[in-house]
């Protein structure tokens, strides 16, 4: 019978020592980070491009260690005292009831940022998709070196 609860040693290979999954540092894809400030209540959302690396003819991979960080939206924010509504550039946006009022009390940034993400889906996705097609020209530019 083979143990199957994880070790600690186990741990430390699969995630780094800033809790990232090491499989991550390799993936070619951009992607969104949000840097939320309560005190200042401003939203600054982020497209992470890995730095490429052609390892082979026809092999690239992406790494986070160098990527660049491109400030795709920056948003002021003010969130009503009842925390059922965020106002956003001057746009008031219903929070749906099955967001956990204590967690958005708490200013959870985890359950905010999923907030955001459902209201500003679409200028995210917008970005996000263009950042890939960038990406993926410039993954076809380093293969043809």
């Known amino acids: 019978m083979t143990n199957s609860k994880l070790k600690m040693d186990d741990l430390y290979q ?3 020592e800033n809790g990232q999954h090491k499989l991550n540092k390799f993936s070619t894809e ?3 980070e949000f840097d939320i400030d309560f005190s200042i209540e401003k939203l600054e959302v982020f497209v992470i491009i890995p730095e490429l690396t052609k390892i082979s003819t026809n092999k690239v991979i ?4 160098n ?3 491109e400030l795709i939206l920056s948003k002021d924010f003010k969130i009503s005292s009842d925390f059922q509504t ?3 550039d001057e746009i008031k946006h ?3 009831n099955f967001f956990n009022r204590k967690m958005i009390q708490k200013e959870d940034k985890n359950t905010w940022e999923i907030i955001f993400r459902q209201i500003l889906q679409k200028e995210i996705f917008d970005e996000i998709q263009k950042q890939k097609e960038l990406q993926t020209e410039r993954i ?3 293969r043809l070196r």
């Open 94 to 96: 219903s929070i749906p």
């Open 86 to 88: 965020v106002i956003i």
């Open 14 to 16: 699969i995630f780094d």
């Open 140 to 142: 076809r530019n380093l």
């Open 62 to 65: 992406g790494s986070l260690e």
């Open 30 to 32: 951009p992607k969104a």
């Open 67 to 69: 990527a660049r960080y």
